[in-house]
């Protein structure tokens, strides 16, 4: 259950960047949650970009399990913090209840708004749980909507074909954000929990220049990648944290990392303010997404 106390409660004030962050070293994680959301809808079309507000606000329901939408809405009537998440102004009231039920289902009916949601979820879930202290999560909330966002059927009157298999790609790489832990996850799994054939998977990444094997390696690399950048897992150690994403052997991993961005695991940490990205012609998790 959820109360006033939760990480970051300020009474009174305006909602600000400054509110959140007092010191280097005591970054309130739903900075970071929100950068990640900020990433997902960086490159979308507008009318979905507009859905970022009500994306945000409904990972806080699931994060600090507010048992409904109306005791959420209330924290964003005082809460700055959680204002602040939400990008809401000082003078700007939240949504009424009704309003809120409504915009939440329509866009995750949308095929664009659905892509979205389904990513912020995931995303936001994986962090979520590196911090069991600082969160309250609604697995089983977090668990619905992810059964019915890989488990949603195509549109048969959709206009384009195009538009159908990017949506496929994105499903498929929410089943490995979701098993990203699993090391023994393969192209038969996400198959299975997508109802296709292992062929039509291959087919789907195909088109995309891309393979499961290879989706499935790129993705933990570049979570792996953003832990190792993040100062609050500074204590960690490199193995663990390869671990936590899959991987069975740090040699290997070690080796992976090196081959795509160029430095090693344990430079990374010592160069956190450089600009590091994948090597030219490696497609990330930012690519899969992107792709058309």
């Not at 549109?155 to 384009?160: G, K, S, T, V, Y």
Request: charged residues 30%.
């Amino acid at each position: 259950m959820y109360d006033s106390r939760a990480p970051g409660f300020i009474k009174h004030g305006s909602a600000n960047r400054a509110d959140v962050l007092p010191g280097a070293d005591d970054v309130h994680p739903l900075v970071h949650i929100r950068s990640l959301v900020e990433d997902i809808c960086k490159d979308a079309t507008l009318p979905a970009i507009r859905c970022a507000p009500l994306i945000r606000a409904a990972l806080l329901q699931a994060l600090y399990s507010f048992p409904s939408h109306e005791q959420l809405l209330e924290q964003l009537r005082y809460n700055t913090l959680y204002r602040w998440f939400v990008g809401l102004r000082s003078d700007e009231l939240p949504w009424r209840e009704s309003e809120y039920a409504s915009a939440l289902d329509t866009m995750r009916s949308d095929d664009r708004g659905s892509v979205l949601f389904s990513r912020a979820v995931i995303e936001a879930h994986a962090y979520a749980a590196l911090m069991p202290s600082r969160f309250r999560v609604d697995t089983s909330l977090i668990e619905r909507w992810s059964r019915a966002e890989a488990a949603g059927t195509d549109n048969a009157e959709r206009p384009r074909a195009e538009a159908t298999r990017t949506s496929r790609l994105e499903r498929a790489r929410t089943v490995i954000l979701r098993r990203i832990a699993d090391p023994v996850l393969d192209a038969d799994a996400i198959a299975a929990e997508l109802f296709m054939s292992r062929r039509a998977l291959y087919l789907l990444f195909e088109r995309h220049g891309l393979t499961p094997t290879r989706a499935i390696r790129e993705i933990r690399l570049d979570c792996c990648m953003r832990l190792l950048r993040d100062a609050r897992h500074s204590h960690r150690k490199i193995t663990d944290i390869a671990m936590d994403h899959g991987f069975q052997h740090f040699a290997s991993f070690s080796r992976q990392f090196k081959l795509r961005y160029g430095i090693s695991p344990s430079a990374v940490r010592g160069a956190r303010q450089l600009v590091i990205g994948p090597r030219r012609g490696v497609p990330g998790e930012r690519d899969l997404a992107a792709a058309h």
